[in-house]
Protein backbone atom coordinates (compact mmCIF):
# COMPACT_ATOMS: atom_id res chain seq x y z
CA UNK A 1 0.00 0.00 0.00
CA UNK A 2 1.10 3.80 -1.22
CA UNK A 3 1.54 6.03 1.83
CA UNK A 4 1.65 9.38 1.20
CA UNK A 5 2.53 12.65 3.72
CA UNK A 6 1.53 15.80 2.20
CA UNK A 7 2.76 19.37 3.39
CA UNK A 8 1.14 22.16 2.13
CA UNK A 9 3.11 25.20 3.61
CA UNK A 10 0.90 28.30 1.71
CA UNK A 11 -1.61 28.15 -1.68
CA UNK A 12 1.47 27.71 -4.03
CA UNK A 13 3.43 25.72 -2.05
CA UNK A 14 3.14 22.53 -1.18
CA UNK A 15 5.42 18.89 -0.70
CA UNK A 16 4.48 15.56 -0.90
CA UNK A 17 6.14 12.48 -0.03
CA UNK A 18 5.83 8.71 -1.03
CA UNK A 19 6.55 6.25 0.89
CA UNK A 20 6.45 2.70 -0.26
CA UNK A 21 4.88 0.01 2.20
CA UNK A 22 8.36 -1.13 3.49
CA UNK A 23 9.46 2.00 4.23
CA UNK A 24 8.32 3.08 8.00
CA UNK A 25 9.40 2.61 11.69
CA UNK A 26 7.45 1.86 14.55
CA UNK A 27 4.59 3.55 16.40
CA UNK A 28 6.92 4.27 19.64
CA UNK A 29 10.18 5.10 17.10
CA UNK A 30 7.59 7.50 15.55
CA UNK A 31 6.56 9.36 18.36
CA UNK A 32 10.61 9.42 19.84
CA UNK A 33 11.58 10.50 16.68
CA UNK A 34 8.45 13.42 16.76
CA UNK A 35 9.06 14.20 20.51
CA UNK A 36 13.17 15.05 19.48
CA UNK A 37 12.30 16.81 16.74
CA UNK A 38 9.94 19.11 18.66
CA UNK A 39 12.75 19.64 20.92
CA UNK A 40 15.33 20.54 18.48
CA UNK A 41 13.35 22.76 16.67
CA UNK A 42 12.31 24.63 19.80
CA UNK A 43 9.17 24.35 19.17
CA UNK A 44 6.29 25.47 21.75
CA UNK A 45 2.86 24.14 22.99
CA UNK A 46 -0.14 25.31 20.96
CA UNK A 47 -2.29 24.56 23.95
CA UNK A 48 -2.64 26.71 26.76
CA UNK A 49 -3.25 23.51 28.46
CA UNK A 50 0.48 22.74 27.76
CA UNK A 51 -0.82 19.37 26.25
CA UNK A 52 0.64 18.26 22.47
CA UNK A 53 -1.07 15.86 20.45
CA UNK A 54 0.44 14.42 17.63
CA UNK A 55 -1.27 16.15 15.20
CA UNK A 56 0.51 19.80 17.37
CA UNK A 57 3.67 18.26 16.97
CA UNK A 58 3.36 17.75 12.70
CA UNK A 59 2.20 20.90 12.58
CA UNK A 60 4.87 22.41 14.91
CA UNK A 61 7.68 20.91 13.31
CA UNK A 62 6.38 21.25 9.86
CA UNK A 63 6.55 25.71 10.70
CA UNK A 64 9.69 25.40 12.56
CA UNK A 65 11.57 23.45 9.71
CA UNK A 66 10.21 25.56 7.19
CA UNK A 67 9.32 24.28 2.80
CA UNK A 68 13.11 25.07 2.38
CA UNK A 69 14.13 22.27 4.79
CA UNK A 70 11.86 19.86 3.23
CA UNK A 71 13.00 20.78 -0.25
CA UNK A 72 16.51 20.49 0.84
CA UNK A 73 17.15 17.71 3.70
CA UNK A 74 16.09 14.47 2.21
CA UNK A 75 16.45 12.51 5.67
CA UNK A 76 14.82 14.88 7.84
CA UNK A 77 11.73 15.10 4.96
CA UNK A 78 11.11 11.17 4.67
CA UNK A 79 11.86 10.89 8.51
CA UNK A 80 8.95 13.56 9.19
CA UNK A 81 6.65 11.34 6.55
CA UNK A 82 7.62 7.79 8.43
CA UNK A 83 6.85 9.45 11.42
CA UNK A 84 3.21 11.05 10.37
CA UNK A 85 2.27 8.38 9.03
CA UNK A 86 3.23 5.70 12.20
CA UNK A 87 2.28 7.96 14.97
CA UNK A 88 -0.95 8.40 13.07
CA UNK A 89 -1.52 4.66 11.93
CA UNK A 90 -2.64 6.51 8.97
CA UNK A 91 -1.65 5.97 5.01
CA UNK A 92 -2.51 9.73 4.05
CA UNK A 93 -1.63 12.48 6.69
CA UNK A 94 -2.60 16.21 5.35
CA UNK A 95 -0.50 18.77 7.44
CA UNK A 96 -1.95 22.07 5.99
CA UNK A 97 0.13 24.81 7.31
CA UNK A 98 -1.87 27.54 6.21
CA UNK A 99 -5.61 26.51 7.32
CA UNK A 100 -3.64 25.56 10.78
CA UNK A 101 -4.96 21.61 10.46
CA UNK A 102 -3.96 17.95 10.41
CA UNK A 103 -6.13 15.44 9.07
CA UNK A 104 -5.50 11.62 8.10
Not at 10 to 26: H, N, R, W
Not at 64 to 86: C, L, N, S, T, Y
Amino acid sequence: MQKEVFIRFSADQETVVPLSASEGMSNAEARRWLDDQFIANECEPLRASGKVLTGDKLMAIAEAAGAKRFADDAEFRHGFAQAAVAATGKSVVRVDLEAGRVSF
